[in-house]
């Protein structure tokens, strides 16, 4: 079936340090990729998402390309913030396929000065 | 802003109780869903609607019933609660245009 995997948290950081919270996936069909956030005591809000290979989303200073080669969806800040404290999800759905998410667990990433 | 309200927010109950939750969109979407959050799991699909009246079970069903009787609400329902089923429940409605899906702020149960 269609998984997707990120990496243990939680991230701890410095203010301006670079972030990579690393994803990969396995889908049985042509998937799309998203990433969504949530701050604490939210709801989940899109980040950013890309629906084909090498097509990168972008958003806030996030960025994330799909790779496809290697089956993956990093997710990149160069200088986070304090703000960017909150919780990661990567996701997935399959094109044409009720367009069902699947989740990875979550990375939480704690941002400090 | 998706246009999605959930309600309760909070809820306590007991073990055997019925509960429902509602999910409440304005923005005339046809597919809707139901999610619940656990630490370790991410969000896991319980239950979806593609319309009025036609509902499909998602990987985490057992338990768990849905109705849609009207296309702005989404109703979950938990016909005797169990402590296993305490959690973060998320609704959420899918933009088709963008093919994405939008979420609600969430109700938080506890089972006793």
């Known amino acids: 079936g269609d998984s997707v995997t990120q990496m243990e948290g939680p991230v701890t950081l410095s203010e301006e340090a670079c972030l990579t919270i690393n994803c990969t996936y396995t889908a049985t069909g042509y998937p799309s990729l998203f990433w969504y956030v949530q701050y604490p005591g939210e709801g989940l809000q899109l980040l950013l998402k890309a629906t084909k290979a090498d097509d990168k989303g972008s958003n806030k200073g996030f960025e994330a390309t799909y790779r496809k080669e290697t089956t993956s969806f990093h997710l990149e800040k160069g200088s986070v913030q304090v703000s960017d404290s909150a919780v990661y999800f990567c996701?997935?759905?399959?094109?044409?396929?009720?367009?069902?998410?699947?989740f990875g667990t979550g990375t939480q990433l704690k941002v400090e000065l | 802003d998706a246009g999605i309200t959930q309600s309760p927010r909070h809820k306590v109950t007991e073990t055997g109780t019925p509960v429902t939750l509602r999910c409440h969109q304005t923005e005339n979407h046809r597919y809707m869903y139901w999610y619940r959050q656990d630490p370790g799991h991410g969000l896991r699909l319980i239950h979806y609607s593609y319309g009025v009246k036609d509902t499909d079970k998602g990987e985490v069903s057992d338990g768990y019933s849905v109705s849609r009787s009207k296309t702005e609400d989404f109703l979950l329902t938990l016909e005797s609660a169990t402590s296993s089923q305490t959690s973060v429940y998320f609704c959420a409605i899918e933009r088709e245009i963008a093919d994405t899906q939008y979420f609600g702020p969430g109700t938080r149960l506890t089972v006793l």
């Open positions: 996701a997935l759905t399959i094109t044409g396929g009720g367009n069902k998410l699947t």
